[in-house]
């Protein structure tokens, strides 16, 4: 059974720091790019990160590139996602995601979903 089972995330100052995990299990994960997805009520679903297999390919959103870091452990499919100079529209539902290309992905381009993590900054 594919599992995404994500760690962390919760209340945070804005300007201040959350991390989230992701582990992903139930098949090989060698060849998918693992990362994060973001969602607001009533709008669309948005790439945030993914890291590739080994972790030396790392693709951003503009709006987080420079405040978010995504790393990758190789051998365990698990993936990390430290953000730091939190913003209050990085208030979101987050999840963890699966995706078989490089580079910034839809939401259709998702082989795999986690259930998602609250993330609330406050002003």
């Known amino acids: 059974q594919v599992q995404l089972l994500e760690s962390g995330g919760g209340l945070a100052q804005a300007g201040g720091s959350l991390t989230l995990s992701c582990a992903a299990s139930?098949?090989?994960?060698?060849?998918?790019?693992l990362g994060w997805f973001r969602q607001t009520p009533g709008k669309e679903r948005e790439f945030v990160a993914t890291?590739?297999?080994?972790?030396?390919?790392?693709t951003y959103a503009t709006a987080v590139r420079g405040r978010f870091t995504i790393s990758r452990e190789y051998t365990k499919d698990i993936v990390h996602l430290q953000m730091s100079s939190l913003k209050p529209e990085d208030t979101a539902v987050y999840y963890c995601?699966?995706?078989?290309?490089?580079?910034?992905?839809?939401?259709?381009?998702?082989?795999?979903w986690g259930q998602g993590t609250q993330v609330t900054v406050s002003s």
């Open positions: 995601a699966a995706v078989a290309k490089y580079g910034v992905a839809s939401p259709n381009e998702v082989t795999d």
């Open positions: 890291a590739s297999g080994s972790g030396a390919i790392r």
């Open positions: 139930g098949r090989s994960f060698r060849e998918s790019m």
